[in-house]
Nanobody
Framework: QVQLVESGGGLVQAGGSLRLSCAAS????????MGWFRQAPGKEREFVAA????????YYADSVKGRFTVSRDNAKNTVYLQMNSLRPEDTGVYYC???WGQGGRPTGRSREYGYWGQGTQVTVSS
């Protein structure tokens, strides 16, 4: 049974930083790409960042490029999202996701992720 547990969210002023963590269990973590998504009130879940199973390649939404960094530690079964220069529009619930299957290029399509954490709230005040 796959479990994903996010942590690290909170309230921060614009321009500040947060580091989110997602601890995974239940499958061989190092075999799976991982993704981060977020959902603001009244909006659909949107792609933020993704990382390949080895950690060698990363992908970002245009809105976060240059500000956010996704990384992973396969020895700790954990994926991270370092968020710098935060803006009020970054506010939302942040979810990590693990795809249904192994391999391939990570995508920004949420339907390709079969497993999700409970989410962690990020609030950026202006």
């Amino acid at each position: 049974q796959v479990q994903l547990v996010e942590s690290g969210g909170g309230l921060v002023q614009a321009g500040g930083s947060l580091r989110l963590s997602c601890a995974a269990s239940g499958r061989t973590f190092s075999s799976y790409n991982m993704g981060w998504f977020r959902q603001a009130p009244g909006k659909e879940r949107e792609f933020v960042a993704a990382i390949t199973s080895s950690g060698g390649t990363t992908y970002y939404a245009d809105s976060v490029k240059g500000r956010f960094t996704v990384s992973r530690d396969n020895a700790k079964n954990t994926v991270y999202l370092q968020m710098n220069s935060l803006r009020p529009e970054d506010t939302g619930v942040y979810y990590c996701g693990q795809p249904w299957g192994q391999g391939g290029r990570p995508t920004g399509r949420s339907r390709e992720y079969g497993y999700w954490g409970q989410g962690t709230q990020v609030t950026v005040s202006s």
